[in-house]
C-alpha cells in the first residue's frame, strides 16, 4: 500500500475578484425578481405602504452582521463559508448541523426559482408568441442550460451573470424614473419611508416578504477560496452587496408607492402584479422596452438560478473534500477547476423535485417556488443568527484579530436582532405560503423541516466523530488562510553583455 500522502482537493484559484462576486451576491438577488415579483406581492398581501422603509431598516440590521462575517473572512477562507465558520466559532457538530441546513436552504431557493422561471417564460410565450408549452418542459430546459454552465469556469459564469446583472438594472432604473415622473395627484409622496406607515400590525408579514428579497447577498464568501486577495475580497463585495441591494430596493418600491399612490398599492398590485411595473414602462419608454423588460425578468430569474447553484455545488465540495460527505462531491473539473461532482449532484435533486411537482399538478408559483423560497429565508436567517454566535467564539480565542466593535458588539447585536427576524418569519410563514386560512401544515410544517435537518446534521456529526475521530477533527479546518500569499516565482536570466 502506498504511502503517499494524497493532496487535498482544490477548486482553482485567483480567478474571482470584487466585481465578479458583487456580481454573483446581487444577481442571487435578482433585483427586477423583487421589484416585480416580491415588491408587488408584499404590497398586495399586505397593503402596506411602508414596503420601501422596511428595506432601509433589513438592511441596517443585515449590517450587524456583515460587520463580524466581514471580519471573519479576512482569517478563514472555505467554500462551505457558514460551515467553516461555525466548525471555526462554535466547534464541528455545530458546522455540520450548519451544513444541512444550508444546503436544504439554498437548494430550496434554487429549485423553487425554477417553477418561477417556468411558469413566467410560459406566459410570456403565450402572451407574446401564442405559443403554448407547459411550465415544467421550460424548466427543465433552464436546469440543463444552468447545469451545463455550472460545470464551466467560475470567472465565465461571473461575466454570464455580469452582463444579464447590468440590463436589468438598466431597466428597473428606467422604471424609477418613469415612475418618480409621473407621480400619483402631482406630487412626490413620501408615504412609502413613513415609519407610522410600516409599523402597523401587518409589518411581521412585511419583514418576512422583504427579509427574502437579502437572500443571497451573503454568499461571497463561498467563493473565498477562488478570490485574488480573500483577506478583502469577501468583506468588500458583501458591504457592497448589502448597500447596493438595500438602496435600490428601497428606491425602487418607493417609486412604486408614488406613482401608483399609497392609497390605491394593495388594489393595483393585486391585480396587475408584475405588470404593474412593465406597462409604466411601455408608457414612457415604449412597448419595446416593456417587452425587453419581461424578457429580463425571465433573465434576472435565470440570473438568480446559476447563482444559487453555483454555491450549493461549492457547499457539497467542501463537505465531500473533509469527508463528511462522499469524497466523490469533491471531485473538480480538469479543465474549469469548479465542483464538478457538485454541480451535477444539485442539477439531479433538482430536476427530481421539479418532475415531482409537475407530476402532482402543484402550481409552479403558489406552491414550489412560494413554499421553497420561504424555507430557504428561514433557514438562511437562521444561520446567520447561529454564524453570528460563532463569530463572537472565534475572535474569543483570537482578541487581537479584530476589534471590539467587530468581534463582540456587532455580532451579539446582529443575533439578537437576526433570530427576533427568525420568529417573525416562523409566526408569518403562513402569509409566506399565501394562506389565509392557516392551518398546522402552512404554519409549521417548512419551519419544523429546518430543526429536523438542523437535528439530523447533529446526529450525522455524532455519527462522524465516534467511527471517524480523525474526519471530526478535521471538520471545518481545510481553509486556506487569506493571510497567505503564494510566493512569486522569479526566474534569474542572466543579463546580456552591453554592446561596445
Sequence with gaps: MSSVHQPVPQLRRRRLGVIHLLFFTVAASAPLTVLGGGVTTTFAVTGNAGVPLSFLVLAVALALFAVGYAAMSRHVANAGAFYSYLAQGLGPRWAVSGSFVALLSYNAIQIGLYGLFGASLAGFLSSTFGITLP??????????????????????????????????????????????????????????????????????????????????????????????????????????????????????AWAMTVNVGAENLQAEAGTKQADLVFSVLAQNWGGGISVLGNLLFLTSVFAALLSFHNGVARYLFALGRERVLLAAFSRVGAASGGPLTGS????????????????????????????????????????????????????????????????????????????????????????????????????????????????????????????????????GQTAMAPEVVEPKIQLNVPTPPRAG
Aim: some cysteine; aromatic content about 12%.
Design 135 to 252: 411550465w415544467w418542459a421550460l424548466a427543465v430546459a433552464a436546469l440543463i442550460v444552468v447545469g451545463a454552465l455550472g460545470v464551466l469556469r467560475v470567472d465565465l459564469n461571473a461575466r454570464v451573470l455580469a452582463v444579464l446583472l447590468i440590463l436589468e438594472c438598466i431597466i428597473v432604473a428606467l422604471y424609477d424614473i418613469s415612475a418618480f415622473g409621473h407621480p400619483a395627484g402631482g406630487s412626490v409622496s413620501f408615504a412609502g419611508l413613513t415609519p407610522s406607515n410600516l409599523f402597523t400590525p401587518t409589518v411581521g408579514a412585511v419583514f418576512a416578504f422583504s427579509i427574502a428579497g437579502f437572500i443571497g447577498f451573503e454568499s461571497g464568501a463561498i467563493y473565498s477560496e477562488e478570490c485574488r486577495n480573500p483577506r478583502v475580497t469577501v468583506a468588500r463585495a458583501t458591504f457592497a452587496a448589502l448597500t447596493f441591494t438595500g438602496l435600490f430596493y428601497a428606491l425602487s
Design 344 to 475: 451535477l449532484a444539485q442539477s439531479a435533486l433538482a430536476i427530481v423535485v421539479v418532475v415531482a411537482f409537475a407530476i402532482f399538478g402543484a402550481d409552479p408559483v403558489l406552491q414550489l417556488f412560494t413554499w421553497f423560497s420561504g424555507t430557504s429565508a428561514v433557514g438562511v436567517v437562521l444561520l446567520m443568527a447561529v454564524t453570528s454566535v460563532a463569530v463572537v467564539g472565534y475572535f474569543r480565542r483570537h482578541r487581537d484579530a479584530a476589534s471590539t466593535w467587530q468581534g463582540l458588539v456587532a455580532p451579539v447585536l446582529a443575533t439578537i436582532v437576526l433570530f427576533a427576524i427568525v420568529a417573525i418569519l416562523v409566526i408569518n410563514f403562513d402569509v409566506l405560503m399565501g394562506s389565509s386560512d392557516p392551518g398546522w401544515f402552512e404554519r409549521g410544517f417548512f419551519p419544523g423541516l429546518m430543526l429536523v435537518v438542523a437535528l439530523l446534521g447533529l446526529g450525522w456529526a455524532a455519527v462522524i466523530k465516534r467511527n471517524k475521530p480523525a474526519v471530526y477533527k478535521r471538520i
